[in-house]
């Protein structure tokens, strides 16, 4: 088993690095707060016997190694970025979990067959560029790397400029590192097995998601001086469309999800009526087909607002990632790894996406989940029980020596 | 009369302070383009053998002397700061038509019995630094020098350190300054003068304005993970109060506005469900007591919205700028100046706040309007006709000639 206090310490030492007032964590990928993490992730895993590398996308990988060199890593990981204002697990959990994995292989010499690798990747939280699992989606042959560096933050910073400027672009190229399986370790980030009073959750897949760019066009104008019949104005039209989308998520499917996380208003002055408006829309639902309907409620919800106002609405979709289902050797892996500890278990289909999902496409991979409090993620509130990150760490554990038995 | 070739070649050759790429003006006040453009009227006025100063909050006065010592200035003025993405005449027609008026009686060698001065008020877009008029408002008394230093912008620079940061924290304090009357020409910002093929609007007065500030507290949540029915999302809250602000100026009054012209989302990532917004409204009407009611509908709205959601919904009112008639000798002077023209007039009240709303508290004042093309401002394609600007600062010069003969 791992040690649960040294996994525990490891998550509020780099809880520092971007630490907010409100106890969440503010690092997006390629800052100064990303390179402190990623500093402190070379250090411990070099410490734990392993050699550290990281890729031409800035994945870091810390390679253990394993007695017949012929056979490809067991991997474990996910990310150490995080949210604007996040929280300290969302990502860290997988990552620092996978460390206390190698910590307890080091610390008892247990040797594998296989290598044991654990993953930190580069910018899966999609905040700073979007889409998310950017370099994971590279590493799975999703998107082009030329594509990925090519990707601007909305400062119109450039993903390689940023990745070279923090001293991570690496000298391998994303991808050419074969691996034999893969593991995830999150916090489940939604509500289901705080309710149940599970502590594991098996995920067997992750739902679908697509996220389209909006840009309404109206005309600037004096707030005081033009009458209302004669305005255009981007931000009403837009007002109208935030609307649809809570509406069209919540009339499609019953689990199904639409968020506008994304708003910027221009010029964005008290007494200008706005010209012009760009947002984000995210929609979500395990059926791939559901989405597609949502998708076309809400171009025709654009469509009728554009006709009536006089607004111009594009819509552009600019990520796709269809529901996946993860490998069932490695579910299983988990599950009875589950029972071996006797946690409660339950099956469960993820919200969020996650590295994984790429992986999937490459190497057999699953998840592991554990509950947060309250459901609650990408959010500096976000918490979870230490007993919670330990059996999950377990179950990793344990499941990854699986791997390497079969 | 003035020299209209002049007074149009100075609006080209200030606009190139902040000049945009779609032919607008950025200028924001106490910018490094506000202090260019400041610095420029310095010099301009005083080769017109003017004497220049400025106040404790920046106001500009170019003095041309008078024959009677004892007697206090006429003045015009109106400001050369500008929106995010403004245009060339909002502010600047009356500043550089006065200075037109300026430029004819020193090479008339007309001699005015008052001084003559012509006034570059700090601020008064109010798009930095809320409220609008600012400057103008601290002169007039209506708000103290203190409680406008310590303003901020949003991105919390106080307007003190802007304003000693360029250079023009002047020594005079702001209010002491004996004046005769004031004259404002303006643009009018709205569409009557041109659909009614009017050259000049004898400004009676202007509408009543309020500005508030309104903060949604919400819960960030993960945009994937967390269902519908557990969301406190403060955009979708948001976006049904930027509704209601449009329909209840549809409502109440024939002329009343209503307009949210700037929003801040939080943390503004696109796969958050936002937590928090800021979000400013300006209710107009000519009747203050319709404003009261829009007031009152606006709060009613935010209180349900608040009920139905859980969302903490917070309302300030943070200018309050009441409806403002003007003098009826300076309105005189003005229609008996159009008419001696020959030009086209009608009585007009103003949609757009002015720095002569806080002048009128003070000094007998009034304001001149000309047309701009479809009643379009604050906007970067804010436009009038060379021969209508001509025509207003022919009338400003006979106003204040009138005034000065009283
Ligand atoms: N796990 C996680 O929060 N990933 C971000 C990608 C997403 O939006 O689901
Ligand atoms: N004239 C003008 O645009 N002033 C800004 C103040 C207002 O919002 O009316």
């Given at each position: 088993?791992?040690?649960?206090?040294?996994?525990?310490?490891?998550?509020?030492?780099?809880?520092?690095?971007?630490?907010?007032?409100?106890?969440?964590?503010?690092?997006?990928?390629?800052?100064?707060?990303?390179?402190?993490?990623?500093?402190?992730?070379?250090?411990?895993?070099?410490?734990?016997?392993?050699?550290?590398?990281?890729?031409?996308?800035?994945?870091?990988?810390?390679?253990?190694?394993?007695?017949?060199?012929?056979?490809?890593?067991?991997?474990?990981?996910?990310?150490?970025?995080?949210?604007?204002?996040?929280?300290?697990?969302d990502?860290?959990?997988?990552?620092?979990?996978?460390?206390?994995?190698?910590?307890?292989?080091?610390?008892?010499?247990?040797?594998?067959?296989?290598?044991?690798?654990?993953?930190?990747?580069?910018?899966e939280e999609g905040s700073?560029?979007a889409p998310a699992m950017?370099?994971?989606g590279?590493?799975?042959?999703v998107?082009?790397?030329?594509?990925?560096?090519?990707?601007?933050?909305?400062?119109?910073?450039?993903?390689?400029?940023?990745?070279?400027?923090?001293?991570?672009?690496?000298?391998?190229?994303?991808?050419?590192?074969?691996?034999?399986?893969?593991?995830e370790?999150h916090i489940e980030q939604g509500p289901i097995l705080?309710a149940e009073?599970?502590?594991?959750g098996v995920v067997t897949g992750v739902q679908g998601m697509r996220w389209y760019e909006v840009?309404?066009?109206?005309?600037?104008?004096?707030?005081?001086?033009?009458?209302?019949?004669?305005?255009?104005?981007?931000?009403?039209?837009?007002?109208?469309l935030i609307e649809a989308v809570q509406s069209i998520a919540l009339k499609h499917a019953p689990g199904a999800v639409g968020t506008v996380g994304l708003?910027?208003?221009?010029?964005?002055?008290?007494?200008?009526?706005?010209?012009?408006?760009?947002f984000s829309v995210d929609l979500r639902d395990p059926d791939d087909a559901v989405i597609v309907r949502m998708e076309e409620a809400f171009r025709s919800a654009a469509?009728?607002?554009?006709?009536?106002?006089?607004?111009?609405?594009?819509i552009k979709l600019v990520w796709d990632s269809p529901a996946v289902r993860f490998?069932?050797?490695?579910i299983?892996?988990?599950?009875?790894?589950?029972?071996?500890?006797?946690?409660?278990?339950r099956d469960i289909v993820s919200g969020a996406g996650h590295d994984a999902v790429y992986?999937a496409g490459?190497?057999?991979t699953t998840m592991?989940f554990?509950?947060c409090?309250?459901g609650v993620s990408h959010?500096?509130?976000?918490?979870?029980?230490?007993?919670?990150?330990?059996?999950?760490?377990?179950?990793?554990?344990?499941?990854?020596?699986?791997?390497?038995?079969?």
């Amino acid at each position: 088993t791992v040690d649960g206090g040294k996994l525990w310490a490891d998550i509020l030492e780099t809880a520092r690095f971007g630490a907010t007032p409100k106890g969440g964590i503010r690092r997006l990928t390629l800052t100064e707060e990303d390179r402190q993490v990623r500093d402190w992730f070379i250090r411990t895993c070099e410490a734990l016997g392993c050699v550290v590398t990281f890729d031409s996308m800035g994945n870091q990988f810390a390679r253990r190694a394993g007695t017949d060199p012929s056979l490809p890593p067991i991997t474990m990981g996910s990310h150490l970025d995080t949210q604007p204002t996040g929280g300290k697990f969302d990502g860290i959990v997988g990552v620092l979990g996978g460390l206390a994995v190698l910590r307890a292989l080091h610390e008892s010499g247990r040797e594998t067959r296989h290598p044991v690798e654990l993953i930190n990747w580069t910018n899966e939280e999609g905040s700073r560029f979007a889409p998310a699992m950017l370099s994971s989606g590279v590493f799975a042959g999703v998107f082009t790397e030329e594509e990925a560096l090519a990707k601007t933050d909305r400062d119109g910073v450039r993903f390689e400029d940023a990745l070279v400027g923090i001293g991570y672009r690496g000298a391998e190229r994303c991808g050419d590192h074969p691996i034999a399986a893969y593991f995830e370790l999150h916090i489940e980030q939604g509500p289901i097995l705080e309710a149940e009073r599970k502590t594991i959750g098996v995920v067997t897949g992750v739902q679908g998601m697509r996220w389209y760019e909006v840009t309404v066009i109206g005309r600037d104008g004096h707030a005081g001086a033009t009458p209302m019949a004669l305005r255009a104005d981007a931000l009403v039209g837009t007002a109208k469309l935030i609307e649809a989308v809570q509406s069209i998520a919540l009339k499609h499917a019953p689990g199904a999800v639409g968020t506008v996380g994304l708003l910027e208003n221009r010029p964005n002055s008290r007494n200008v009526v706005p010209g012009e408006v760009f947002f984000s829309v995210d929609l979500r639902d395990p059926d791939d087909a559901v989405i597609v309907r949502m998708e076309e409620a809400f171009r025709s919800a654009a469509a009728q607002v554009a006709s009536e106002s006089g607004l111009e609405i594009t819509i552009k979709l600019v990520w796709d990632s269809p529901a996946v289902r993860f490998d069932p050797t490695c579910i299983d892996a988990v599950r009875r790894a589950a029972d071996s500890f006797g946690y409660p278990a339950r099956d469960i289909v993820s919200g969020a996406g996650h590295d994984a999902v790429y992986m999937a496409g490459v190497t057999p991979t699953t998840m592991i989940f554990i509950p947060c409090a309250g459901g609650v993620s990408h959010n500096e509130e976000e918490s979870a029980e230490a007993d919670d990150v330990t059996a999950g760490a377990n179950v990793l554990l344990r499941a990854v020596l699986d791997a390497d038995e079969r």
